[in-house]
């Protein structure tokens, strides 16, 4: 079965970190481009950030450019998404997603003091 | 970055027929966009409808279809049910550099 699970994901404080690992399974996680994509609270999907299959080139959302980093592991078919000086505005469930194909079932983040 | 737009709301009637559309601040969509399209019900994850402008999913009912349409990518559902009542979103791709979801449509059937 195709699949991908979201771990991670809490409640943490304004400027704090936090890191969400997405395992994926039945597919060949090594041969794709990889996102993350969130949803604030009633609101739409906004794409965060993705990579590409050897994890050699990343993109950003100007919204977390230089606060997250997108990474992943061939060898464990994992992503992960790490996030630095977390916001308010951030707090929103957060899926991976093979675009074409299949989504996560996501993470909620909540940053709250 | 470009912004992308949706219809925010559409109503169509059972059986009938409905387009949605998803376009560009930077100009007419094309194909080097692949436009994508994704279904999210209330309290789901999205699922992927539609990739490359008009490729399904396996999983994809035969009553949807992609196209792309006076400057804009389309969505067009023919013979809508009660179960396609849902949010739907579109993505473009923009030359490598980013992607970016339109606000999407919540379409109701009714």
């Known amino acids: 079965e195709v699949q991908l699970v979201e771990s991670g994901g809490g409640s943490v404080q304004p400027g704090g970190s936090l890191r969400l690992s997405c395992a994926a399974s039945?597919?060949?996680?090594?041969?794709?481009?990889m996102h993350w994509v969130r949803q604030a609270p009633g609101k739409g999907l906004v794409w965060v950030s993705r990579i590409s299959p050897d994890g050699s080139s990343t993109t950003y959302a100007d919204s977390v450019k230089g606060r997250f980093t997108i990474s992943r592991d061939n060898a464990k078919n994992t992503l992960y998404l790490q996030m630095h000086s977390l916001r308010a505005e951030d707090t929103a469930v957060y899926y991976c997603a093979k675009i074409s194909l299949v989504w996560g079932q996501g993470a909620l983040v909540t940053v709250s003091s | 970055q470009a912004v992308v737009t949706q219809e925010p709301s559409l109503t169509v009637s059972p059986g009938g027929t409905v387009t949605l559309t998803c376009g560009s601040s930077t100009g007419a969509v094309t194909s080097g966009h692949y436009p994508y399209w994704f279904q999210q019900k209330p309290g789901q994850a999205p699922t992927t409808l539609m990739y490359d402008t008009s490729n399904k999913q396996s999983w994809t009912p035969a009553r949807f279809s992609g196209s792309l349409l006076g400057g804009k990518a389309a969505l067009t559902l023919s013979g809508a049910q009660p179960e396609d009542e849902a949010d739907y979103y579109c993505?473009?791709?923009?030359?490598?550099?980013?992607?970016?979801f339109g606000g999407g449509t919540k379409l109701t059937v009714l």
């Open positions: 039945g597919f060949s996680f090594t041969d794709y481009w």
């Open positions: 993505l473009l791709s923009y030359s490598g550099a980013y992607v970016a």
